[in-house]
């Protein structure tokens, strides 16, 4: 039987998340929440296996592990729903459990849980197609740290420049939420504590679990990578580029960003592209998952952020991005995320599009005042694709909606957190 996790927080705090694996578990054989460790996977599914009565096991437990590894079938027969934590530990098991659900094929057979992109690790067998739901699950969003809506995303497509929103949070309130990021225990440290969090974190995840799944003993060039990406967030993904600053071949680079990606670091953020200019850059982005471990890969508190020199604009965009991306997971519009940039460096943060090919336009400024300049690359994007665009936004430090033409907004950052979905 699973017992939930006390949280370093003082209480549970709801996930969006949870809705959907209630939903999946009704009508889907297996349920994998797959997400950065640390994030609250096992606090969430244990609630479910709790419920449920379903049995748990851990294959973070060395005496588990090697009873799955030994047996993969035996371990999984005989039992009417199962927990597996950490399941890309014996990857072996999804052909075990495959056999099993295909001789019994109730809903909510088994419930596994994933700390890297199982379905993308090497030699992996493609074994549960038509079986399987997969639900990412990120750290907190502010919104659940808040106990807030967390509904920008069906808002804004479904108000689009009628959208409104006015909030009291100030820019070294947005710093704070920077450097906190949405791990369970960095919000529950005072700062300093936290930094040594963030720290014992980056340095576990590739020590244990990057090179466990790439067998490679290079953890000081996969740290150094890891800082250099947190201080070119934002900023276009070129390997070659940042293999030239560790004095590592492309290929190595390349390899290691994946790695990263496996884990849940790092976040690529794809061009988007309807082949309306042969200028477009199709180079993907690249932003940190958590913002917090950003801030503190480049050593930079929230006052070291908000000085002239600190680094609030391109971490503060990712820390948009990837609280946008949170949304995408749970909202009811179906919609992917992208950036537009073409070669004449005219530029869009983040470009949301539906399936009906609708559009959002987002840009994201570190500052509380907005000028009719910082709708450039809006503009330029609206131009292109026309009544397609719903609207064209940009995300500021400042507390009130402000108009800047028929469909362009300037709008509080918060009001990604503290809009209901309409």
Known sequence: MA????????RILPRHAATAVGEALADTRVVLVNGARQCGKSTLVAQFADNRGAEWRSLDH????????????????????MVIDEVQRVPELLLAIKETVDADPRPGRFLLTGSARVLGLRGLPDALPGRMETIELWPLSQGEIDGAPDGFVDAIFAAGPDFRHSSAETRAGYADRVVRGGFAEAVARPSRRRERFFDAYVGDLINRDVIQLSEIERGPEMRALARLVAARSGQLLVPGSLGSALGLPHPTVSRYLGLLEEVFLIKRVPAWSR????????????????????????????VALTQPEGAIGPVLEAFVAMDIARQLTWSEERAEMFHYRTKDQVEVDIVLENRRGKVVAIDVKARSTVRADDFRGIRHLADRVGSDLVAGIVLYTGRETLPFGSRFRAVPIAALWETGPG
């Open 62 to 81: 060395a005496a588990t592990r090697h009873a799955a590894l030994s047996d993969p079938t035996d371990f999984v027969l005989g039992v009417e729903s």
């Open 3 to 10: 017992t939930v996790p006390q949280s370093p927080v003082g």
């Open 275 to 302: 082949n309306i200019s042969s200028r477009v850059v199709s180079t993907p982005k690249v932003a940190m998952v958590d913002s917090g471990i950003a801030a503190n890969l480049l050593g930079q508190g929230a």
